[in-house]
């Protein structure tokens, strides 16, 4: 008996598999929320960032310019931003399943048995979503620095990133690449039934 108890409550209470899956627009409507928060947390992490880099640089507040073009190009600050940028998502996905984006949109993202993702999943998901991302960066870098074309054709290019996304028009069941990878998927939630008025 306690076995069972055990079990049931490392789920969550109201797992739901029979939900439809989200359509393409509302997921691309839901990205649009999520980057523009995105934008604002990269920004604040960017200050924090700011702060020990002048420290261990050894670089005063008027040499600012001179440190944004040294540290804020190197490894480690890109590794840093992929850690918050990872943890950003990861917390929403692993308390509740809905980012700023998908709550708008009354999505939620969860496992196919209709679960809350672990982090696990959620690194997972997360590198298989950015792997576009990374290559349209490459891609629009030795396109830049060749001058193949010229401005705003190259930023065409950023259509790559959202190949893990598109991957829903050919996918029969509506799932996207990192859905697929990390046994996924974002279902649109019904609407929940308005309180009947009090005499």
């Not at 298989?128 to 870098?141: E, H, K, N």
């Not at 069941?173 to 990390?182: C, G, H, T, V």
Request: glycine share 6%; charged share 15%.
């Amino acid at each position: 008996m306690s076995n069972k108890n055990s079990t049931s409550s490392d789920k969550p209470s109201n797992p739901v598999v029979n939900l439809p899956a989200a359509s393409l627009l509302r997921i691309l409507g839901a990205w649009v929320y999520d980057f523009m928060l995105l934008c604002a947390v990269w920004l604040l992490a960017g200050v924090v960032y700011l702060i020990p880099a002048q420290i261990f640089s050894n670089i005063d507040s008027s040499q600012t310019e001179s440190l944004s073009t040294t540290e804020f190009t190197g490894p480690l600050f890109y590794s840093y931003l992929f850690i918050v940028t990872w943890f950003f998502f990861a917390w929403f996905w692993t308390h509740g399943g809905q980012t700023l984006g998908l709550r708008t949109w009354s999505l939620r993202l969860q496992t196919v048995e209709g679960h809350a993702l672990n982090w696990t999943l959620t690194l997972l998901r997360f590198m298989v979503a950015g792997a576009p991302w990374l290559l349209a960066l490459f891609l629009y870098a030795q396109i830049s620095d060749s001058q193949l074309i010229e401005p705003p054709y190259q930023y065409i290019i950023f259509l790559v990133g959202f190949t893990g996304v598109f991957w829903i028009v050919l996918d029969r069941q509506n799932r996207s690449l990192q859905d697929i990878f990390s046994h996924t998927r974002i279902v649109k939630l019904p609407k929940k039934p308005k309180k009947a008025k009090k005499n």
